[in-house]
């Protein structure tokens, strides 16, 4: 990992505990166990692009902030950045569109987050459907987020920037 790694990683990491905690005017909430906070996820998300080591470190940094303001069961399901972010960003080292490692990482994230909850709900109706379908509508929100950022930064700074190992050119790839 090198400093620019380094650097953009505390950054998103700051960001991912910021939203959080400071941003909860974004937040729907369904109980018993869903919230979804607008861009919540565009750290995390924004952290596949750097390197597997960032995004898990994203990912922790995010799931410690919901830990702090939602309680343990939010926090665990925040911890499922940590799994969708390491491996979308070894697909994007490997040379995957940002588009598609943001698709194929949806199931990995809703299906996670409804898994994580499924012990702590009355039915399986609750964790899959309202846990389930809600991350996978707010993952969606903010890939779109993640893909404005990514393409106005990688226009901006080009895709050294993020210290990209993929082969794209742009959010559209």
Do not use: C
């Amino acid at each position: 990992m090198n400093r620019r790694h380094v650097a953009l990683g505390a950054m998103l990491t700051a960001l991912a505990l910021v939203i959080p905690l400071y941003f909860g005017f974004l937040r729907v909430v369904i109980p018993p166990f869903f919230t979804a906070t607008l861009a919540s996820h565009v750290p995390s998300m924004l952290a596949m692009f750097i390197s597997p080591v960032v995004a898990g470190a994203v990912g922790a940094g995010s799931a410690l902030g919901f830990f702090v303001v939602l309680g343990p069961v939010i926090g665990l399901r925040a911890s499922i950045h940590i799994i969708f972010g390491v491996f979308g960003a070894i697909l994007y080292q490997r040379g995957m569109k940002p588009w598609l490692v943001l698709v194929l990482m949806l199931p990995v994230h809703a299906l996670g987050e409804a898994l994580v909850v499924w012990p702590f709900v009355p039915t399986l109706r609750d964790a899959f459907l309202i846990t389930g379908v809600g991350t996978a509508l707010h993952h969606i929100m903010d890939s779109f987020i993640t893909l404005a950022v990514f393409g106005i930064v990688v226009k901006l700074l080009g895709e050294r920037a993020f210290g990209a190992a993929g082969t794209t050119k742009g959010p559209a790839g």
